[in-house]
């Protein structure tokens, strides 16, 4: 028989209300293996269920929140790129690193001269990172190898990240750079990344495909191609739009019923329509905003009030945000985009499991994983408010308490 574990004497965030924050005071938690079977206050907890409670767990009134997802990452990579953060000081722009051979392209080169286990070593340590602040889901993509071995090794990799005692998703974003290799035939490259992917998705290595459709990467037509050959195999998609420039591409995506559009800074109102029909999800990048500088906002009034879902994320990267921390993710969200502490925290938790397709964690509910986090903190508000200060007491993910 699976044991079930009583977490009492919580405060819970459900989130599971479509508003507010669900606040359950004198809450508790019934955990049966890896599922949540109960949350609600504990006055309510059904009798029956109360007789087949194994173990208790006290929490001291803590503050309970599902655990953090973060749904848009670039974890595996070799090399650091420092030296660009001191040119872009100096006034040099990303794209014009990139279009120099920087950006992208060094790290690719840095990756692609690692082996899997000096890459495994790098991931982990950043994984950990996160999950010091209560990351129970990665998702990473690849995009640094651009090659079939190279793409599957970075893919590896990260899938392995899930011995750490994380959910681990993989996207595959052949679709970021064009290698060296295929100078001046960036057709013949897409087509090579459209060639790879039944491969990959044979060997299990992919949950969704990405791009990155702007001008410094592949056109929308290219990126259409991409798109075709995950819905042969009936993969979802996702899409780096709208970054640096207003592409198209969020309705593109939207047209192949995209899981989220991420970055959109540049996001105009058509885009904005076409994610709201599809259901596609707006992941925003706080942490590539500030690290860049950019100082086009995203169109958060119209997100808002077309109901577009938002989503929230590190999108750690060598190049446009080495952040590795959640929280300041939350504070940057409503310092610099105006969220609320409430849309911050969804966007870490519910609308961050949208936009991976997975509709079983990011609130405490009956049925859903039994991944949460415990915070020294009297009120979820105080989550986004703070910065440089960690307040997770403990996470347990798949019902297992984390050492
Ligand atoms: O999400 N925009 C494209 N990809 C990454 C940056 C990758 C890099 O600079 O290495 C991003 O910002
Ligand atoms: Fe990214």
Request: charged share 20%; proline share 5%.
């Amino acid at each position: 028989m699976t044991q079930t574990t009583l977490w009492r004497d919580a405060q819970l965030v459900t989130l599971t209300p479509a508003q507010g924050w669900g606040l359950v005071p004198d809450g508790a938690l019934l955990t049966e293996g890896e599922r949540l079977r109960w949350a609600g206050p504990l006055a309510e907890l059904p009798a029956e269920w109360r007789a087949s409670v194994a173990a208790e767990q006290g929490l001291d009134g803590a503050l309970v929140t599902p655990g953090l997802i973060d749904c848009h990452t670039h974890l595996v990579y070799g090399g650091e790129r420092s030296a660009e953060f001191e040119l872009r000081l100096q006034g040099a722009s990303y794209e014009e690193i990139a279009r120099a051979g920087g950006g992208i392209r060094a790290t690719v080169a840095a990756t692609r001269a690692a082996d899997e286990a000096q890459l495994a070593r790098g991931a982990a340590a950043r994984a950990r990172a996160l999950m010091a602040e209560g990351l129970t889901t990665l998702e990473v993509k690849s995009g640094y190898g651009l090659s079939l071995e190279q793409e599957a090794k970075c893919l590896r990799v990260a899938r392995g990240l899930a011995g750490l005692g994380l959910s681990v998703r993989t996207t595959y974003l052949g679709a970021h750079a064009l290698p060296p290799e295929f100078e001046g035939r960036q057709d013949d490259y897409v087509d090579a990344v459209c060639a790879w992917m039944p491969q990959l998705h044979q060997d299990g290595l992919i949950d969704a495909v990405d791009a990155f459709c702007e001008r410094i990467a592949f056109t929308p037509a290219q990126t259409r191609r991409v798109f075709e050959a995950a819905r042969r195999l009936n993969l979802p998609v996702k899409l780096h739009a709208e970054q640096l420039s207003d592409q198209g591409g969020a309705q593109l995506a939207a047209e192949f019923g995209a899981l989220s559009c991420d970055h959109l800074e540049y996001l105009g109102e058509a885009g904005v329509r076409a994610m709201a029909a599809a259901g596609t999800v707006a992941v925003l990048l706080p942490g590539a905003y500030y690290f860049l500088r950019e100082t086009q906002l995203p169109p958060m009034a119209a997100l808002r009030e077309a109901g577009v879902p938002i989503a929230l994320a590190t999108d750690h990267n060598p190049g446009s945000s080495p952040g590795l921390s959640l929280l300041l993710m939350l504070n940057m969200a409503c310092t610099l985009f105006r969220m609320t502490p409430e849309e911050a925290l969804r966007g870490l938790t519910v609308n961050a499991a949208r936009a991976l397709g997975l509709a079983d964690r990011g609130r405490l509910a009956a049925g859903m994983r039994a991944d949460f986090c415990v915070w020294d903190a009297a009120h979820p508000r105080e989550l986004a408010y703070y910065f440089g200060r960690n307040p997770l007491r403990q996470t347990v993910a798949g019902g297992l308490p984390r050492a």
